[in-house]
């Protein structure tokens, strides 16, 4: 039992987070492969695929075992000190049986400029079996992200212009057109380290997810900088699988690791 809640504390944070979190990685390439301001338009109000109110929920599998639930949504705009900004939160919980083995019940908030250029804060909460209180400021007149957890501060870190957290960029770019990408690259910060991803669409598939059918494209991201489970995987494995449509839904994210197959689809969408 000892080697298996091990063995569990390292997959599961390492594809519940980090895996939905390279998700959203994903998406910031196409924001950084042109200018910011030529993606302008496409963030405008009008063409946004998603408004307040918006909930995706996800179900995550570990093998065969139900392993917990994410849950993306859309919040009202709300000010952080005078300026108005958009606000995304992604909440995560295991089930009932993990919860034994390791406990996860995290809170992440995301804050960015109306018209979604930037970000100005992010916060990640964690009350389970591990205990977080991060907070990452953007400061754009310096340059740098701010990181602290339970208000100990880190060193900043220089962060280019335009850079988002994670949650932030799955808004940013989940309307664009996947279809003229081929390879991804893109800069990412988390307030503790800026690094360029790079992800490949291989191909087209149609899929069914819990009696829904989608047309999806299929992207594979390099894992290079994953930690955990991923680093001491031999040949490990993300794919995603996002629709052809104008939401550009991400319905399902599958991890090839050591510890088996870890599973993420789209259950319900509000």
Known sequence: MNKMKLKW????????????????????????????????????????????????????????????????????????????????????????????????????????????????CYSKKETGSEQRDILVQFDWEQGVARYSNFNAPREPITIPPGTFDPLAAFYKIRGMDLGNKKEINFPITDGKKCFMGRATVVGQETITCFNTTYDTYVIEPE?????????????????????RDERRLPVRIQSKVIVGSIIGELVSIR
């Not at 958009?86 to 993990?98: A, G, I, Q, Y």
């Not at 040949?235 to 699988?241: A, G, T, V």
Request: charged content about 20%.
């Open 9 to 120: 504390k390292r997959a599961l944070p390492n594809f519940v987070i980090t895996g939905f979190f390279f998700l959203m990685l994903l998406f910031l390439s196409f924001l950084c492969g042109s200018s910011v301001k030529a993606s302008d338009k496409e963030a405008s109000e009008n063409q946004l695929p998603f408004s307040p109110g918006e909930q995706l929920v996800y179900q995550i599998r570990w093998d065969t075992i139900d392993a917990g639930v994410a849950s993306f949504n859309v919040q009202p705009v709300i000010k952080v000190g005078e300026r108005p900004c958009r606000h995304f939160s992604l909440k995560v919980e295991t089930s009932p049986l993990v919860d034994v083995l390791y406990q996860i019940r995290d809170q992440l908030d995301s804050y960015t400029d109306l018209d979604l250029n930037r970000s100005v």
């Open 223 to 243: 894992v290079i900088h994953f930690g955990g489970v991923f680093e001491k995987s031999d040949k490990p494995m993300l794919r995603f699988w996002i629709t």
